[in-house]
């Protein structure tokens, strides 16, 4: 039988390689090892866009950003949608219509006007971006337990082109453990698992539980066990390190320097990515603390989990940090595990995924018509073993600007990945034999019938799924025969006479 109990474990801007299970020899992560061990581990699990709203907004409706248009974060955002428009569908909404318990404990961030509870679910209110260690019930849960308030020194930050101080990258936090943000998450998590327990006992209510962690986004802000934890000399700096960025468009360079890379010693580097590794860790071991509680209450085998995030994080890849304009892999690939109880253990499936697909499977789960979510797929099939003939063999992804406007489109198949910039120079990778995206092939030669194929590719998969960036690439490239009138002329009766034109 499907379980109808879910606990989806979520990040905040998390490398899939931070992970063991996925490949990271140093790190420490056990209890979701654990959960890949036990569950199904997804290899190329991609984000419809690598920033947090949209990213997370795509969840809740199982829609595409350019379709629920909520493009950017509130804290950048640039004139852009911040809410879903009334009435858009989303999945909660569904759950407690079926007579789900929804709770979500931690980051919000789906919108700026309307809240968590507005979509019907339950748990403290947390907006913002990161950590709200101001926030009145974070405060009492210290208050009660007499514990020490948020205090950090040790600093990391570079300098801006300007002259000022860059952004803050990482800090020492003077905190025990148990006074820790990512602790009172796990405890309101717990506390939310036992109400939820209860009630299921009482009267079968079925629940649908987040835990939605504010890190590990930069900064990184952790305690000395932490912050110490792994010693930076044996961190194993990304080849991009090298970048140089020849050959790219110049917004990667911008980023850069906003991003106060070349300011701070590679030693920085080092470091940064070791208390990143550090934090991960926290976070696991919270996340074991509620699965511990689960075990406790007698759910395991009745609640289904997921683990992902909403997008990656650069940690000095490509000379960048954060996310932004730039369609790498250490920003659109990201760790996804899904275990079900009953379901084979150990699987590693290698067929392209999103964060969107979870939405479907969330819904497949409850037994719910997953046809509202127009742009997701149900990974339950998978999940139990099942083969998928007519999966995609490619993945489009998005990006529509975070701090600026900044329209992109990428198409990634087996080996090759297309980047489309209008403002710029395109890209194009062949990941086989250059998987640190360091050298753009766009313009190579020997590349053309691969780009010609992708940038058709492309072309028809924008189109078939309504996204008007096609218009740009109609006049611009050879996307092959269209049927309309591409200039839109109009009245001109010699710029398209109906039998296809080739552009």
Request: proline share 7%; net charge negative; with cysteine.
């Amino acid at each position: 039988m499907t379980p109808r109990n879910i606990l989806f474990l979520m990040t905040d801007q998390h490398r899939a390689d931070t992970l063991g299970a996925y490949g990271n020899e140093v790190a420490s992560t056990p209890v979701l090892d654990e959960l890949a061990r036990t569950g199904t581990r997804f290899d190329r699990w991609y984000t419809p866009t690598a920033i947090c709203t949209p990213a997370r907004a795509s969840l809740l409706t199982g829609q595409a950003p350019f379709r629920h248009r909520v493009l950017a974060n509130h804290e950048r955002n640039v004139g852009y949608l911040e809410d879903l428009a009334e009435g858009t569908f989303t999945f909660v909404e569904a759950l407690r219509e079926q007579g789900y318990n929804t709770g979500l404990v931690g980051k919000w961030h789906a919108g700026t006007e309307r809240k968590a509870a507005d979509f019907g679910f339950d748990g403290p209110d947390l907006p913002g971006w990161h950590n709200p260690v101001d926030n009145e019930d974070y405060l009492a849960f210290l208050r009660e337990r007499d514990l020490p308030p948020y205090e950090i020194s040790d600093r990391v930050r570079g300098t801006l082109p300007n002259g000022g101080p860059g952004n803050l990258l990482a800090a020492r936090l003077h905190q025990p453990v148990e006074a820790t943000f990512e602790y009172y998450l796990a405890t309101r998590t717990i506390e939310l698992l036992e109400r939820y327990a209860l009630e299921g006992e009482r009267d079968g209510t079925p629940f649908f539980l987040e835990l939605s962690f504010f890190g590990p986004h930069l900064p990184y802000i952790v305690p000395d066990a932490y912050f110490d934890m792994f010693d930076p000399e044996l961190v194993e700096l990304p080849a991009s390190i090298s970048e140089t960025f020849e050959g790219k468009p110049p917004v990667q360079r911008n980023y850069s320097a906003h991003w106060t890379f070349d300011t701070m010693p590679i030693e920085v580097t080092r470091k940064l990515i070791a208390v990143y590794w550090g934090y991960v860790t926290l976070i696991d071991e919270q996340i074991g603390r509620v699965m511990e509680a689960m075990e406790r209450l007698g759910l395991s085998d009745e609640t289904a989990v997921f683990f992902t995030c909403d997008h990656g994080e650069f940690t000095g890849s490509h000379r960048l940090h954060d996310k932004g304009p730039a369609m790498y892999e250490d920003i659109y690939r990201t760790p996804g595990i899904i275990r079900v109880p009953g379901a084979p253990r150990g699987q590693v499936r290698t067929e392209f995924v999103s964060l969107l697909d979870a939405t479907a499977t969330i819904l497949d789960l409850a037994g719910i018509d997953q046809s509202q979510a127009v742009d997701s797929r149900s990974l339950l099939p998978m999940v139990r073993g099942e083969e998928q003939p007519e999966w995609a063999e490619d993945i489009v992804c998005e990006f529509h600007g975070h701090h600026f406007p900044y329209p992109q489109r990428m198409l990634r198949n087996d080996r090759h990945k297309l980047v489309v910039n209008p403002d710029s120079v395109n890209e194009l990778y062949d990941l086989l034999e250059d998987p640190d995206e360091m050298v753009n092939l766009y313009e190579s030669a020997e590349m053309d019938g691969v780009r010609r194929q992708m940038l058709q590719r492309l072309y028809g998969l924008l189109r078939e799924r309504g996204d008007n960036f096609y218009h740009w690439m109609t006049t611009m490239y050879d996307v092959g025969e269209v049927d309309y009138d591409p200039t839109q002329s109009g009245l001109d009766e010699t710029s398209y006479r109906g039998e296809g034109s080739s552009v």
